[in-house]
């Protein structure tokens, strides 16, 4: 397995920005992120391929950008005009064969939180 950190997770208001970061420690074609709100289940917000693929939840798209350095194995994701729905524990994911919105991912972090305020 491949370790992941994540980092950039905090509190804003509605409407506001945050920056997820990803290190991880080793290379793998697909990663993602992941959020999972209280009493909900965890869900695929987005993921991108080696090739630079990206899948969307439809309820992040134009909101949310995915990115990645392969070379510097990091991982972000850019969220704008956030909602007091984007509220939960965003988790970094990582897959060599699996490249979708399940998570049905090998690797994980531990999550940072993400709280928006209305």
């Known amino acids: 397995q491949v370790h992941l950190a994540e980092s950039g997770g905090g509190s804003v208001q509605a409407g506001g920005s945050l920056r997820l970061s990803c290190a991880a420690s080793g290379y793998r074609r697909c990663m993602g992120w992941f959020r999972q709100a209280p009493k909900k289940e965890r869900e695929g917000v987005a993921t991108?391929?080696?090739?630079?693929?990206?899948n969307y939840a439809d309820s992040v798209k134009g909101r949310f950008t995915i990115s990645r350095d392969i070379v510097k194995k990091t991982l972000s994701l850019q969220m704008s005009g956030l909602k007091s729905e984007d509220t939960a524990i965003y988790y970094c994911?990582?897959?060599?064969?699996?490249?979708?919105?399940?998570?049905?991912?090998?690797?994980w972090g531990q999550g940072t939180q993400v709280t928006v305020s209305s």
């Open positions: 991108i391929d080696s090739d630079g693929t990206t």
């Open positions: 994911a990582a897959s060599d064969w699996y490249c979708g919105l399940r998570d049905s991912y090998r690797s």
